[in-house]
């Protein structure tokens, strides 16, 4: 009986990492959007587009921070529960 | 740690971040916290192998910079051109972001900068040790840059600063819940700020490490060892980018000490 709880424990464990990597898919979408929109507008302005890279990165950062989030408690669930 | 036959990779891809002393072996059962065990552990005072590579890349630094700054040619030599290249580089950013207030803050922006690319791109170096990977590691650092950003505000601006969780620009009714949100992502700061880093290289690393166990697979190995080679180029990549953004987001944070006031 414990043998099986514990079976079930790692395999919620699994799932759980799986579901929790879904999370990554959002932020790859956030950054596509962030780098697609900037290129369309440099490609309109070319002439302003090197003052905003900083605001690209920063938007990236931002972005992914929050996919990273959900791949920690991936990890966390893999190898720290 | 689950052994091989379990997870069925030839290189655990997590073993790469495992701190050991460097000078010992931990014997197996000497260092078990269940256990109350802690004989074998790592003392504080131990160095380990995260201490050497953050030494190299600090002597790194130190040797491109005092090498760089010999020569003081007009014309300047390769490695003259590195340094006044990162130097102008990361001035600009904190001039652009920060502000003309903000320059006197370039040292530790610059120290932050170098120590975080220094630390990445040794990380690559084959049999290496990433500190940058251990969240550790980047806490100290985003925590220093959360506590300077929240002192220097405070000293600054005086309680003035608090007015900017004050969205002053919202309708009247809406002001106390975006003062709960503005608070809430600003003590949320230092975990993005370091988790974003660490969580970058570890998950790099650790890809390139799975890719490394197929090899040894007879039939994909070519396939592998390909991809090996092209994350490698895309970690390359990613070491300076999450250098490059750490700093810059240290620039937007120290922007809200350093010109709180008037925004």
């Known amino acids: 009986m414990e043998a099986e709880v514990a079976q079930l424990a790692l395999m919620g464990k699994y799932i759980g990492a799986g579901l929790a990597a879904i999370g990554l898919g959002g932020a790859g979408i956030g950054v596509g959007n962030i780098a697609g929109n900037f290129l369309a507008g440099a490609l309109r302005n070319p002439s302003a587009a090197p003052s905003q890279t900083a605001n690209l990165f920063v938007g990236i950062a931002f972005a992914e921070a929050l996919g990273i989030f959900s791949f920690l408690i991936a990890l966390l669930l893999m190898f720290a529960v | ?263």
């Open chain 2, 1 to 263: 740690m689950t052994d091989v036959a379990e997870t069925g990779f030839a290189i655990h891809p997590m073993d790469q971040f495992i701190v050991k002393p460097i000078f010992r072996e931990i014997e197996p059962g000497t260092c078990v916290p269940a256990e109350d065990i802690y004989e074998g552990c790592i003392k504080w005072y131990e160095i380990t192998n995260v201490t050497v590579w953050m030494a190299l890349a600090v002597l790194a630094i130190v040797a491109l910079m005092v090498f760089g700054s010999a020569g003081r040619a007009t014309i300047p030599s390769r490695i003259q051109s590195v340094c006044e290249m990162i130097y102008g580089f990361i001035y600009k950013m904190v001039e652009d972001v920060t502000g003309h207030d903000g320059v006197k803050y370039f040292p530790y922006v610059m120290t932050l900068f170098l120590f975080i690319l220094f630390s990445n791109l040794l990380g690559l170096l084959p049999m290496s040790f990433t500190t940058t990977s251990h969240v550790a590691v980047t806490v100290t650092l985003a925590l220093l840059v959360f506590l300077g950003v929240t002192i220097l505000g405070l000293v600054k601006n005086g309680i003035g600063f608090l007015g900017m969780f004050w969205v002053s620009s919202a309708p009247l009714a809406l002001r106390p819940v975006l003062a709960i949100i503005e608070v809430i992502s600003y003590f949320v700061r230092p975990v993005s700020h370091s988790i974003r880093l660490a969580g970058n290289l570890m998950a790099g690393h650790a890809v390139m490490k799975v890719f490394a166990g197929f090899a040894s697979m007879a039939v994909i190995s070519p396939v592998a060892v390909g991809a090996v080679t092209a994350i490698y180029g895309l970690e390359l990549l990613v070491a300076v980018v999450q250098a490059y953004v750490f700093t810059i987001l240290t620039c937007v944070y120290l922007k809200d000490a350093v010109g709180g006031a008037h925004h």
